[in-house]
């Protein structure tokens, strides 16, 4: 079974640009969530989405993030206009239904603003 | 606020064994996780506690005191393959976001 992934990998912008990223969760999984590191930092929480549906986006740091899961499948986050601060590591992790205590984690979309 | 608190980096060497302790401060608690790292990778869940005690799986376990709101990963016969970071998360609320600690970077040593 393919795991949760994230594109892409890696994105170096310039300070004012638009990127997005986006989050496949593993099939059936109807828990997606959005997770940032910043340098040296802990992991901090973005936002929960139950299939299309923003449980919980008390994480989200301005109105320059959006987060859509449009149809309950996979997800996107769009920064715009980026900041410097918002270099960071983004997660996404999802889980199944009844089982929140488990979260599987993608390896990351690394982003770096210039 | 809502915080925990983990060593920054431990030492041990290959057989050895090695506890991760994690203090937390949250405004709910609804249990205790622990993920691995490696080189920055995706965190892999390793173990959850929502009741005191310990939990084992395999090589590593986990426990959990909620009246002094504390818990620690204990890892034996590491190996060389368990130097990574490890993270403590708390299950803060009724929604399921996790808050994390800062992690701990366990370096095994031969």
């Known amino acids: 079974e393919a795991g949760v992934t994230q594109f892409p990998s890696h994105s170096v912008i310039e300070k004012g640009q638009t990127v997005t990223l986006r989050c496949d969760p593993i099939?059936?999984?109807?828990?997606l969530y959005w997770y940032r590191r910043v340098m040296g930092k802990e992991i901090k929480f973005l936002l929960h989405?139950?299939?299309?549906?923003?449980?919980?986006e008390s994480g989200m740091p301005n109105n320059r993030f959006l987060a859509e899961r449009t149809g309950g499948t996979y997800s996107t986050l769009k920064v715009q206009p980026a900041e410097l601060e918002d270099s960071g590591v983004y997660f996404c992790?999802?889980?199944?239904?009844?089982?929140?205590?488990?979260?599987?984690f993608g390896p990351g979309t690394r982003l770096l603003v210039l | 606020g809502q915080s925990l608190e983990q060593p920054s980096e431990v030492t041990a060497v290959e057989g050895a064994i090695v506890q991760i302790n994690c203090t937390y401060q949250t405004s709910g608690f609804y249990g205790l996780s622990w993920y691995q790292q490696h080189d920055g990778g995706a965190p892999t869940f390793l173990s959850y506690n929502a009741l005191d005690g310990l939990e084992e799986t395999g090589r590593f376990s986990s426990f959990l005191s909620r009246s002094d709101s504390y818990g620690y990963l204990l890892l034996q016969e590491l190996q060389m393959k368990d130097s990574a970071s490890y993270f403590c998360a708390v299950r803060g609320g009724a929604t399921n976001k996790l808050i994390f600690g800062t992690g701990t970077l366990l370096a095994v040593q031969p």
């Open positions: 992790a999802s889980s199944p239904p009844g089982l929140a205590s488990v979260k599987y």
């Open positions: 099939s059936g999984h109807d828990n």
């Open positions: 989405f139950v299939k299309e549906s923003k449980q919980d």
